[in-house]
């Protein structure tokens, strides 16, 4: 059990409403990432965070904003959602030091954006 | 973001041996090589890492070649239960990995 919570499980919203997904984890781990899966695309990473108020982008953060004012919870929030949001969201931390690419995964939130 | 390449899908029969490979010929000097497993309705697991050569764990090994642009994941004996997808992402700074479409495997009885 790597200690990560993500709400909520599952959301149902209409398009251009703000959603914003929570991930939490125990364990006080500096670094957090945001990804979403999509059928024929694999995960792709949105944001990561590697510290408080510390954030980044990734290959599709267009749309979507992060925050992280504490350790152990970096939020993910779609200011307008879009039916193209519709996806499952991944909350992933990393436990060990950089590039050795061990994540763990939280159990997902799946949007749905009507 | 160093891309891989990985068959789509792959059938096997319980008790045999599963070697799938994936292809990175970007991979950075710095990159760890993983592999995910993921079952429907879940995140992915880390399953195995390595950098070069041979790695074995309790569920599986790893073969890295001298130039580390492949890499192959080999599952002995496997059970109805390893069906998922598998994923070999690499690892950029910060462990941002980037992961493919993934190998859907199969195993019949």
């Known amino acids: 059990d790597a200690g990560i919570t993500q709400s909520p499980r599952h959301k149902v919203t209409e398009t251009g409403t703000p959603v914003t997904l929570r991930c939490h984890q125990t364990?006080?781990?500096?670094?957090m990432y945001w990804y979403r899966q999509d059928p024929g695309h694999g995960l792709r990473l949105i944001h990561y965070s590697y510290g408080v108020k510390d954030t980044d982008k990734g290959e599709v953060s267009d749309g979507y904003s992060v925050s992280r004012s504490k350790t152990e919870d970096f939020l993910l929030t779609l200011e307008s959602a879009t039916s193209s949001q519709t996806s499952v969201y991944f909350c992933?931390?990393?436990?060990?030091?950089?590039?050795?690419?061990?994540?763990?995964f939280g159990e997902g939130s799946r949007l749905t954006v009507l | 973001l160093a891309k891989t390449t990985q068959p789509i899908s792959m059938d096997s029969y319980e008790g045999q041996e599963v070697n799938i490979t994936c292809s990175h010929n970007n991979i950075a000097t710095n990159d760890y090589i993983t592999w995910y497993q993921q079952f429907p309705s879940q995140g992915p697991r880390f399953i195995i890492q390595g950098y070069k050569t041979k790695v074995t764990n309790e569920v599986a090994s790893l073969f890295i070649p001298a130039d580390r642009k492949s890499s192959t994941l080999s599952l002995p004996r496997v059970s109805l239960s390893d069906t998922a997808v598998y994923y070999c992402p690499l690892g950029g700074g910060g462990n941002k990995l980037t992961f493919g479409t993934g190998t859907q495997l199969k195993v019949e009885l």
């Open positions: 364990e006080n781990h500096r670094y």
């Open positions: 992933a931390i990393s436990k060990g030091l950089e590039h050795t690419g061990e994540l763990f």
